[in-house]
């Protein structure tokens, strides 16, 4: 029976076909196909011979084969590449399965696979190709999700002229070259062919800088901010170009489109007011509800619809929906949690897969037997004098902005990129008829080839070790405003930071703004959670993970309301990976100073220790190994601030040799002048002998810190000068003052290569507190005085 029906239903499809062809145009309504998902298993085409089906000629069979083949030759690649230790990104490797199955299916032998993977019956719904649709649009939505909007407001006049030349010029150098054919001679290709190979290679998608720079793992380096600003800006000028476009073409469509905005952003105001709404109201720690993701997806899919009905291009209002979802956690990284890694393990790569298989490699290989005539010469001579117009236009203006050599040239390959953006693109304009089967396979050739090639010239040039360099100076000196990022390991070291930081007297003149980041080492769970206290509250009658952390500095922000703003975080992270979160949020955050606890602790006396954490250790040396801007570690033994009365000053004492970590020193001794109740002491230790250079210099370093006192006058500081010969006249005389202050501020590499330390460094116990400030913080040290130990950034 299982035979005669399969027989039945392949004659009935067969049948359907018929009446179609001979009906044509005159067809009204459609004759639907009787279609069986699957089949009745492998046994059919035995039982009924040639007149069965065999069980992939089946909808559902045909996909499960798809899907797993497709997943199957992507890892495959991207396993490759990982093993080769070429870092391609996983869409390019997508890509690549579907150009290969394109040329393979070209063989005889493979003709039952090219008719699973071609869909040549227009009546029969293409289904692996709208999964793959679906997950496209589902990835620009997370990308957008992902996406920090506060990026466009930190663009600076660097990432927006780069942005807008880097578009504007190859647009310009487009249109003039094809001038310039089209009077020469005759173009074989048309105006509107023109017109989207300019489009497509003046464009320098967001999404597609975020998932190369991703990959490469430098999205979170200045200089992958720099680029992603960039394309930013490129994103937002091929936005208003492609609505004036559609604008001015006529009046209806002005209304429709005018309208159609209009509608849309005020949707997205009142969808983004709704996610704060879901983030407030969700407990700190508890998981968002599933029902607000399923909302998050329907809008998404929504704001595709709408788009490509209304305006143009709906991905790009997936992407759009995705920016009003506030990045990170609680609510931005569930819906990554939760999506990314199916979505791009299973449906993208239909997507680029399915894409690809769409070319006639039959084409290029005629190109090649043409010489300097045809599409092939004519297509690919114009994208060669493109890219090159961008690639230099994006260099010369990184350079022009004072940006390294090699990190310039570097932008330009990375501004000149192409990927899934460019690929839908073009795709969208074959399937509309904008462009032809032989341009659609070249663009889709040469988008293959860049984003392989792209990764490879930027994995070869780009210096790693300088992942975390900031272009420009982030310490203390150049900055009047101080931005620092204070961080607490204990519950012990909420006091002592305070006080120091109220010690630093905040004032209008010389405001501050504090990142508190509450570091809590994960144990037995592998997933990072950060927590932002701006947005979440804990479930009430619950107690948060930095409920004593939360409640001291806010205490500190009412008492410097005017002068000091104070934003609170929560790091649950393992401790291999704190020293690396810490360093990417400070460079995120534009700190000028990042503020360490010691990892002793001593008795309530000062004397005595307690705790001698060397995890702790570990992590203070390899943030200042590697921290973007300066650093400083304080040593406690005491509270800085005791103020038992009005008349108890706080006695601070600048240990000064020399130096930038001393210059650094300095500068945050000017922040602390701003306090009435705080006397500085500026000791001044000079090395005999000495030559007159140096002599000449340290005078130089020292008259220009008295001028900056004489800007500040103040009553509270004073200057004394030593000169000491060795190593043990310095120890001496700090043994001498021990009792005299209540804080010590010394460069960690102070003194170093002079006789101001010989002999000293031998004895050294922690060489991240350097010569003079390893002998402040010794146990052996008889002052009960906090010590903080300064390096300028790197």
Wanted: aromatic fraction near 12%; hydrophobic fraction near 40%; charge should be neutral.
């Amino acid at each position: 029976m299982d035979a005669d029906h399969a027989t039945w239903h392949q004659e009935i499809m067969l049948d359907d076909d018929v009446k179609r062809a001979e009906m044509g145009g005159k067809m009204v309504c459609d004759v639907s196909p009787h279609i069986m998902l699957n089949s009745h298993g492998v046994t059919e085409k035995m039982a009924s011979g040639s007149t069965g089906m065999e069980f992939w000629e089946y909808p559902l069979p045909q996909l499960e084969i798809i899907i797993l083949s497709t997943f199957v030759f992507w890892r495959f690649f991207d396993i490759l590449f990982k093993k080769l230790r070429v870092p391609i990104p996983k869409f390019t490797s997508m890509m690549l399965v579907g150009a290969v199955f394109s040329e393979v299916f070209q063989w005889v032998e493979m003709s039952r696979f090219q008719h699973i993977f071609i869909n040549d019956n227009k009546y029969m719904p293409n289904v692996a190709e709208t999964i793959g649709a679906f997950a496209f649009t589902l990835d620009w939505f997370l990308r957008g999700v992902t996406t920090d909007v506060g990026m466009i407001k930190k663009s600076g006049t660097k990432s927006v002229v780069i942005g807008v030349t880097s578009m504007i010029i190859p647009l310009q150098i487009g249109k003039v070259i094809y001038s310039s054919r089209e009077k020469s001679s005759i173009p074989t290709m048309t105006d509107m062919e023109y017109a989207v190979m300019i489009f497509t290679m003046s464009m320098t998608p967001f999404t597609c800088l975020n998932m190369l720079l991703t990959g490469l793992k430098i999205v979170h380096t200045e200089f992958g901010q720099i680029a992603q600003s960039s394309g930013m800006v490129t994103d937002m000028l091929a936005f208003f170009l492609s609505v004036w476009k559609n604008i001015s073409r006529d009046e209806i469509n002005r209304i429709r489109m005018g309208v159609g905005m209009m509608l849309f952003f005020i949707c997205l105001y009142l969808v983004r007011q709704f996610m704060h709404w879901v983030i407030r109201n969700t407990p700190e720690g508890a998981p968002v509800k599933n029902i607000y993701l399923s909302i998050g997806l329907s809008l998404a899919y929504l704001s595709y619809l709408f788009w490509s009905h209304f305006l143009f291009f709906g991905p790009l209002g997936a992407f759009v929906l995705g920016l009003a979802i506030p990045n990170g956690p609680p609510l931005g990284s569930v819906f990554i949690q939760k999506f990314e890694s199916f979505n791009e393990g299973i449906f993208l790569p239909l997507f680029g897969s399915l894409s690809m298989i769409k070319l006639d490699w039959s084409y290029l290989r005629k190109g090649f037997g043409n010489g300097k005539q045809g599409h092939m010469y004519e297509c690919f001579s114009f994208l060669s004098i493109l890219y090159v117009a961008k690639l230099a236009t994006s260099f010369l203006v990184a350079l022009a902005a004072r940006m390294p050599l090699r990190d310039s040239i570097i932008l330009g390959i990375i501004m000149g990129t192409k990927s899934s953006f460019e690929l839908s693109y073009v795709l969208q304009a074959f399937e509309k008829d904008k462009i032809g089967l032989e341009l659609f396979t070249l663009l889709g050739v040469y988008i293959l080839v860049n984003s392989l090639l792209t990764p490879m010239a930027i994995h070869f040039l780009y210096d790693r070790s300088n992942r975390l360099v900031s272009y420009k100076r982030r310490n203390l000196k150049y900055n009047s405003e101080l931005q620092t990022l204070v961080c607490i390991n204990k519950p012990d070291n909420i006091t002592s930071m305070i006080s120091l930081l109220r010690a630093t007297s905040p004032t209008k003149v010389s405001p501050m703004r504090c990142c508190v980041l509450h570091l809590i080492e994960l144990v037995g769970q592998a997933t990072p959670t950060f927590i932002s206290h701006q947005l979440q509250k804990p479930k009430p009658g619950s107690r948060s993970y930095s409920e004593n952390v939360i409640s001291s500095f806010q205490l500190f922000q009412e008492n410097y309301w005017d002068s000091a703003s104070i934003n609170m975080f929560t790091f649950l992270t393992s401790g291999k990976e704190m020293h690396e979160h810490i360093c990417w949020f400070a460079l995120d955050k534009g700190s000028n100073l990042i503020l360490l606890s010691f990892h002793r602790s001593w008795g309530a006396n000062g004397y005595g220790i307690i705790s001698d954490d060397q995890n702790l250790r570990g992590l203070n040396r390899s943030v200042l190994k590697r921290a973007p801007c300066s650093g400083g570690i304080l040593v406690h033994r005491k509270p800085i601030w005791n103020p038992k009365s009005v008349e108890s000053p706080c006695r601070v004492c600048l240990i000064y040799v020399g130096g930038n970590d001393n210059k650094e020193a300095l500068a945050l001794a000017n922040h602390m002048r701003g306090n009435q109740k705080v006397n500085l002491t500026v000791m001044r230790l000079i090395p005999a002998p000495h030559t007159e250079e140096s002599s000449k210099r340290r005078h130089n370093e020292m008259v220009e810190y008295k001028n900056s006192l004489e800007e500040r006058p103040r009553d509270n500081s004073s200057i004394i000068e030593l000169t000491v010969a060795d190593g043990t006249e310095t120890s001496t005389f700090l043994h001498s003052v021990a009792y005299d202050y209540d804080l010590f501020l010394v460069g960690r590499r102070s003194g170093i290569g002079t006789t101001v330390t010989t002999g000293l460094g031998e004895w050294m116990e922690f060489n991240e507190l350097g010569v003079i400030g390893d002998l402040l913080a010794s146990e052996y040290y008889p002052s009960r005085a906090s010590v903080l130990i300064i390096q300028q950034q790197e």
